[in-house]
């Protein structure tokens, strides 16, 4: 399974961005996904969850109210809307899967808000 994120970019605060994940390969096989993230000098962040249905999400305290993760599964792909951004949501962003007997991540893409 590979996975590759995409829709990254500049954004001033208060903007918008959605990202993607788009999995190819053995994708049938994929459970729960999650988006992370890690900003420079930190540890790497779970920042939501989505089950395989779609049907329950979580989010971290700190993005609550304001990233709606989502996928859909006919087309092997998972989402993030993130409003309302904030300096502070400058990070890399990557795409993790669940597999049949391991995880799987993306590449990465990289989000930046100014002020």
Avoid: H
Avoid at 1 to 15: D, F, K, M, P, T
Avoid at 24 to 44: D, E, L, V
Avoid at 54 to 62: C, E, K, P, Q, R
């Amino acid at each position: 399974v590979q996975l590759v994120e995409s829709g990254g970019g500049l954004v001033q605060a208060g903007g918008s961005l959605r990202l993607s994940c788009a999995a190819s390969g053995s994708s049938f096989s994929i459970g729960a996904m999650r988006w992370y993230r890690q900003a420079p000098g930190k540890q790497r962040e779970l920042v939501a969850f989505i089950t395989v249905s779609g049907l329950s999400t979580s989010y971290a305290d700190s993005v609550k109210g304001r990233f709606t993760i989502s996928r859909d599964n006919a087309k092997n792909t998972m989402y993030l809307q993130m409003n309302s951004l904030k300096p502070e949501d400058t990070a890399v962003y990557y795409c993790n899967a669940d597999g049949e007997r391991t995880d799987y991540w993306g590449q990465g893409t990289q989000v930046t808000v100014s002020s």
